[in-house]
């Protein structure tokens, strides 16, 4: 069984043109990729989540054709590519990784004052897909 552990984590732009933007960083501690996103008013974790989804189970995603009007922010490029949007939430994110045989665990903050904000997933594949 292949398990992926993601951890979430958050900080804050020193860039010139991007001082105080929020940035939203997802690694994968098994490959060593990193993702992230910048800016705000959209949902941040679906979008870093939704890169690595894409990335990394583009294949699994190439299954979906033909059902982009079912699952919310996924939709296939002219090149044939599945091309997914985390900005429309991580709920609809894990929808998808859901439909392509994916089991999706939050990991999360149980004590202090980040009680219950999301600290990353442990994403396994299902037996038999």
């Known amino acids: 069984m292949n398990i992926n552990h993601l951890s979430l984590s958050w900080s804050t732009s ?8 929020n940035i939203c960083r997802l690694d ?3 490959t060593g990729r990193r993702f ?14 939704g890169m690595w989804l894409e990335e990394t189970y583009q294949d699994r995603l190439q299954a979906l054709r033909g059902t982009e009007g079912t ?22 994110m894990t929808t998808i990784a859901e439909a392509i045989g994916l089991e999706v665990e939050r990991e999360y903050a149980k004590k202090g ?5 999301t ?5 396994t594949e299902k037996e038999g897909a």
């Open 113 to 117: 004052r980040n009680r219950g904000n």
């Open 28 to 30: 994968d501690r098994n």
């Open 119 to 123: 600290l990353g997933w442990y994403v």
């Open 36 to 49: 992230r996103c910048m800016g705000g008013g959209y949902d941040m974790i679906g979008t870093v989540f």
């Open 14 to 21: 020193r860039g010139r043109e991007t001082y105080g933007y």
């Open 71 to 92: 699952f919310y922010g996924l939709r296939f490029l002219n090149d044939g590519k599945a091309s997914l949007d985390g900005g429309t939430g991580i709920n609809s």
